[in-house]
Structure formats: structure tokens, C-alpha cells
């Protein structure tokens, strides 16, 4: 019995010990457990180090590829902004030598008219005095050639004749000896005004012809322009109102820039009608439509759309959501919305929400990131028991 409870004691002794080496190896194996549950969480944080520094580096060649696109819109809406500055300036200063041209011109007239009014007076006064000298001549040659018959004549008669002769020579006078010769200063004058005024009238017609081109490469460019909307505008309004069409239409077409231009919408269903009796929804679409319709044109790099989608039902939604998606190739698009079907579709949502009284939490989910992670997740073994 004795060395039966000897026995005992050893083998509970190597049961003790065995089981302190089973708790240690236990202690170690859950080490060993946790050690590689870290190793394959920091292999889990390192591919997504990597997978995030992917995005940052797509995201920068985004944002350079944006720079780039902005920096030449920037230039060519720059360098068109200076043609039409350029325009505009030559054109104000070609109406402002027009009106100094035309004052000049005036003056030139006036002057004209008033050294022609003392050209025609001298040439008559010239005239009239050449007549009367030459009458005289004629006459005093016929008294020159009469008989003297002094013993006919009384003393009375010849004092007569001497006093209707004086009375005559008094009626030629004040005869004017240089009226030939200011008359030739007086048309010299006239002709130099008269240059002039055909070299004026030379100008004038090249500045109303320089305005006038310009005029008509603004007409153009005007009309290229709005043939190019209108017909982008009635292609997106056919995509965002299927069976329906839209149109621009010039009040003026013979004149344009001296009249406005209206909109004739016919939704899907309805009759053509005039923007202002459609619906607030249809007058969205028609909005939108003629947005995109310039976008297309003349492309910019960045929009700002605030509850566009506020009156409209399910399927405009969609539809718009789609051409947002479409546009968003070449452009981007910031929209505020409450409606499910832009939330989906957008590439980041950024919320805005009130968690604590008078503090406001914004934060930011990227759609694409997050359905990635939802895969992984379902991706993961699940262990068993």
C-alpha cells in the first residue's frame, strides 16, 4: 500500500507538471494565435497603404490632368476674351473717328458752303462788273464814233449829257479791280476744302466698311455658335424627356443682336409650348438641357448644381442622374440633392448632418472604396467551431 500511494503521488506529480506544460504550450499557441492575427493585420494595413497610395496617386493625375484642362481653358478663354476686347476696342475707336470725322466734315461743309456762297457772290459781282465795263466801253465807243455837232448843241444840253454821263459812271461804281484776283484765292481755298472733304469722305467710307467686317464676323461667329446649342440643346432635351423636343429660336433672325431668343419645349405627351406655361419640373429639364447644351460648346472644368432634382418625379431623376454620370467624364460636378438616385451614383458623398445641438459634422464616403471593402469582407473565411 505504501509504495501503491508513492506511486500515486509521482503519477499525480507528472499530472501537475503535465498540465503546467499544457497551459504553457495553450499560453504560447494563443501567442503564437495573436502574433499572427497582428502580422496578418499589418499585412492587411500595408496592402491597403498600397491600395490607398494607388488612389493618391490616380487621384493627383486626376487633379493634374484638371490643372492642365483648366490652364487651357483659362488661356483660351483668356485669348478670346482679348479678341473680343480687341473688337471692341477698335470698334469704339472706330465710332469715335467716325464722330470726330463727321464733326470735321460738318465744319469742312459749312466751310465749303460759306466760301461758295462768297465764290458764286465775287463771280457775280465779277460778272456784273465785266458787263458794266464792257457796256461802258461799248458805249463810249458809240459816243466816240457820233458826228461833233457843236453848232446844233446848246450849252444846256451838253450840261445835260454831262450829268446823265456822270449819273451812269456813278451807277458802275465801286468798281472792284481785284475781284479777279481774290476770286482765284477764293477758289484755290475752295478746291483745298473741296480735297479734303473727298479725302474725309475716303476715310469714312474705309471706317463704316471696317465696321461693317467687323459687324459681319461677329453676325458669324454669333450665329455658328447658336446653330451649334441649339442643336446640342434639342439632342439632350430628347435624351432627358424621351418622344419630346426643344428648340432656340431667334425673335430677330435678320437682325440678331436686336432681339432675344425663346425656347420652345413639347414634352413627351404635350403640345409645343412657350417656356413660361410648362411645368416646374419640365422647366427643369429645359434648364438642364440648355446647361449641358453650352457645357458641350464650351466646356468648363467645374459645376455647382443646387437641388436641381427638387421638382422632379422617379424617372427624370434617373434620367438626369445618367447624363450627370455621362458629363462627369469631362467635368466635375458638385450637386446638393436629398434624392436617392444622385446619392448612388455620385463618386463621393459628402454629408452634412447636426450630431450635437449647434455643432455641425460633415464627413465623406468614396462609393468606390467602400463597395471594394464590402467585397473583402465577403471575402473573408469564416471559422468554425
Request: charged share 35%; with cysteine; proline share 3%.
Amino acid at each position: 500500500k505504501q509504495k501503491e500511494l508513492e506511486n500515486q503521488k509521482v503519477a499525480q506529480k507528472n499530472l501537475n507538471n503535465s498540465n503546467k506544460i499544457l497551459q504553457k504550450t495553450q499560453s504560447k499557441l494563443n501567442e503564437l494565435n495573436k502574433n499572427k492575427e497582428r502580422e496578418i493585420q499589418i499585412f492587411n494595413i500595408g496592402e491597403e497603404i498600397k491600395e490607398t497610395e494607388k488612389q493618391v496617386e490616380l487621384v493627383i493625375e486626376k487633379l493634374e490632368k484638371i490643372q492642365v484642362d483648366l490652364k487651357i481653358e483659362t488661356d483660351n478663354k483668356d485669348e478670346k476674351q482679348n479678341e473680343l476686347d480687341k473688337f471692341s476696342s477698335e470698334k469704339d475707336e472706330s465710332w469715335k473717328k467716325q464722330k470726330e470725322y463727321q464733326k470735321v466734315l460738318t465744319d469742312l461743309k459749312s466751310d465749303a458752303s460759306m466760301e461758295n456762297s462768297k465764290v458764286i457772290n465775287f463771280d457775280s459781282k465779277r460778272l456784273i462788273c465785266t458787263d458794266q465795263i464792257e457796256a461802258f466801253y461799248q458805249r463810249s465807243k458809240d459816243y466816240g464814233n457820233l458826228p461833233i455837232v457843236t453848232d446844233e448843241l446848246s450849252e444846256e444840253g451838253l450840261q445835260s449829257d454831262i450829268v446823265l454821263t456822270t449819273k451812269q459812271k456813278k451807277a458802275l461804281e465801286p468798281v472792284n479791280l481785284k475781284a479777279i484776283e481774290e476770286f482765284d484765292i477764293i477758289k484755290e481755298r475752295f478746291d483745298e476744302i473741296d480735297m479734303r472733304r473727298q479725302t474725309i469722305q475716303r476715310e469714312r467710307k474705309a471706317i463704316f466698311d471696317a465696321i461693317e467686317k467687323i459687324d459681319l464676323e461677329k453676325t458669324r461667329t454669333f450665329m455658328k455658335s447658336y446653330h451649334e446649342i441649339n442643336r446640342e440643346f434639342s439632342r439632350i432635351f430628347q435624351k432627358l424627356s424621351p418622344g419630346g423636343s426643344a428648340k432656340m429660336i431667334l425673335n430677330r433672325p435678320d437682325k440678331p443682336f436686336e432681339g432675344g431668343i425663346s425656347i420652345e419645349a413639347r414634352p413627351r405627351g404635350k403640345k409645343i409650348s412657350s417656356l413660361e406655361i410648362l411645368s416646374g419640373g419640365e422647366k427643369t429639364l429645359v434648364a438642364l438641357s440648355f446647361i449641358f447644351a453650352v457645357q458641350e460648346f464650351y466646356p468648363a472644368p467645374f459645376y455647382v448644381l443646387d437641388e436641381i432634382d427638387a421638382s422632379l418625379d422617379g424617372p427624370n431623376v434617373h434620367r438626369v442622374s445618367m447624363l450627370l454620370r455621362e458629363f462627369s467624364a469631362q467635368a466635375q460636378f458638385l450637386v446638393i440633392s436629398h434624392r436617392e438616385e444622385n446619392i448612388v451614383n455620385a463618386d463621393r458623398i459628402y454629408g452634412v448632418a447636426m450630431q450635437q445641438s449647434g455643432i455641425t459634422d460633415i464627413f465623406s464616403v468614396d462609393l468606390e472604396d467602400e463597395a471594394k471593402r464590402l467585397l473583402d469582407l465577403e471575402d473573408v473565411p469564416i471559422e468554425q467551431n
